[in-house]
């Protein structure tokens, strides 16, 4: 469709109008400039290398993030403090958040409208009028009009994504989270460990000299001596493993929390309130409901269905052509011509249904992976909750087995004051009260890791109250 329309105006009125809608689009369009910025291998690995869990800015991270830090450094550091260290440091975070971003930036990209064009118009005649000037000089905006709802559902898809970014970060955080819990259990059974080995080879030494002194009176013989003397190397042999198992999974620890081994060779780590913990109970049902409901997964994935049914409305409306409006203005040799001209792309051929079925599929495909994500997580749950449960009996067996050995050992105890136990069966009874206690150390290892389990499967902390809820900080900071 093409007006056209003749008017005669002054050529110098012409030029002006021409410089000013010039402009003005030039205004409308300030540009940013490009600023460099080149990664230095040698200044990011000197970051990382001077990396410190006391630095200032680590201070006023954990006080923002409602942590204590009147006495800093901390003289005992707990789990949740490391945990908002490791939210501060571990650049698996900063990836997370920084894709973030990325989807943040493409939801600004799908909120812009379509910018106008301008078409410069230059004709030469080879006949000119009655003007001096044979050229024709003018111009044509070019407008563009989206028709349907294409630009709403390209801002769904990309809050959609942005939505699933977010909640990856999260995951990401999680991941941080159960990775320090690990550490920190780790940690605390091979100190546990070491104590009570220690124990074991002070026991086992007093019972070596006093086989000793009796082998020396011939109240006993060689072998028996022999056999207490092996016992006490094999202790021995222990309690330095031990030695070696700390130094690792401190070193570990620190790994998790992103910082040099030597940050925390000298750190105090509260590992000793996991001595005093227990399995709690839980309600089987609310545990489900939150997991089907609330995993991080399980949100990201039905962000990611939700992009994909933006993506088939988009689509959809893709079958109904945008519409191009083209006004224009020419000086042709003394007359000034405008017109108003339309475009129009006729569907005659296509109907955008390759598009429309692609983007159909792809949402029975996030539809098919959210379902499958559903029952994996069901059977996390119930593989979790049964390790739980069992791991709880466990330690509870463990527990009375302790109680029974120090019944035993008190009474042994008593029957020596009195002159009816000798000594060597006092320290036998010590012997068997510290094997209950390493059973029931490895016993609570155990039924902290099934407890990890069961958090990991429902993606939250369960323990608010006592031991691991401080960390659920962590996860919000992220």
């Known amino acids: 469709m093409l007006i056209r329309r003749d008017t005669r105006p002054a050529t110098g009125r012409i030029w002006r109008c021409a410089a000013l809608i010039a402009l003005g689009f030039l205004a409308g369009c300030a540009p940013r400039t490009y600023e460099p910025a080149p990664l230095s291998t040698g200044e990011i690995l000197g970051g990382l290398e001077s990396r410190s869990i ?54 600004i990209t799908a909120r812009r409208r379509l910018n106008p064009g301008i078409e410069p118009v230059i004709e030469h005649h080879s006949e000119p009028g009655a003007q001096s000037t044979p050229w024709s000089v003018g111009f044509a905006l070019q407008i563009p009009i989206e028709t349907s709802d294409k630009r709403s559902a390209r801002i769904a898809i990309a809050e959609a994504n942005t939505d699933a970014a977010r909640f990856r970060v999260g995951q990401t955080a999680w991941q941080v989270r159960r990775t320090i819990r690990e550490r920190f259990v780790d940690l605390f059974a091979a100190e546990a460990r070491a104590v009570q080995v220690g124990r074991e080879l002070e026991v086992r030494g007093r019972m070596l000299g006093l086989l000793e002194r009796r082998l020396a009176l011939g ?8 056999s207490a003397r092996l016992l006490q190397q094999q202790a021995q042999t222990e309690l330095n493993a031990t030695s070696r198992d700390i130094a690792v999974a401190r070193t570990a620890l620190a790994t998790a929390l992103s910082l040099p081994a030597e940050a925390v060779v000298e750190l105090t780590i509260g590992t000793d309130a996991l001595s005093r913990w227990t399995a709690p109970a839980f309600s089987g049902d609310a545990i489900q409901r939150n997991a089907l409901l609330n995993r991080l997964d399980v949100r990201e994935a039905l962000a990611r269905y939700a992009a994909a049914e933006a993506r088939l409305r988009l689509e959809v409306a893709r079958q109904y052509p945008d519409v191009t409006l083209s006004p224009g203005f020419l000086w042709d040799q003394g007359d000034l011509v405008w017109s108003v001209g339309a475009a129009i792309l006729a569907p005659l051929l296509d109907l955008n ?74 320290l036998e009874a010590e012997l068997a009260l510290i094997t209950a206690e390493r059973a029931v150390l490895d016993e609570r290892v155990n039924a902290l890791r099934a407890f990890g389990l069961l958090e990991d499967a429902v993606q939250q902390p369960l323990d608010e109250a006592t031991l691991f809820g401080d960390l659920s900080v962590a996860a919000e900071q992220n």
């Open 353 to 426: 249904q390759g598009p429309i079925a692609e983007a159909e599929a792809a949402r029975q495909l996030e539809a098919a992976r959210f379902i499958a994500l559903q029952s994996r997580v069901l059977g996390a749950l119930d593989i979790a909750q049964a390790a739980h449960v069992a791991a709880g009996n466990a330690l509870n067996n463990a527990q009375s087995f302790w109680f029974a050995q120090d019944t035993h050992r008190n009474r042994m105890n008593q029957q020596f004051a009195a002159g009816e136990a000798s000594r060597l069966g006092v």
């Open 54 to 107: 006391t630095a200032p800015k680590v201070q006023e991270f954990l006080a923002e993030s409602g942590a204590d830090t009147t006495d800093w450094p901390p003289s005992r550091w707990t789990l949740g403090m490391l945990a908002l260290v490791a939210a501060y440091y571990h650049p698996e975070l900063k990836v997370a958040r920084a894709e973030q971003a990325v989807f943040e930036a493409a939801e």
């Open 219 to 226: 109240e006993t013989d060689a072998v028996t001596v022999g």
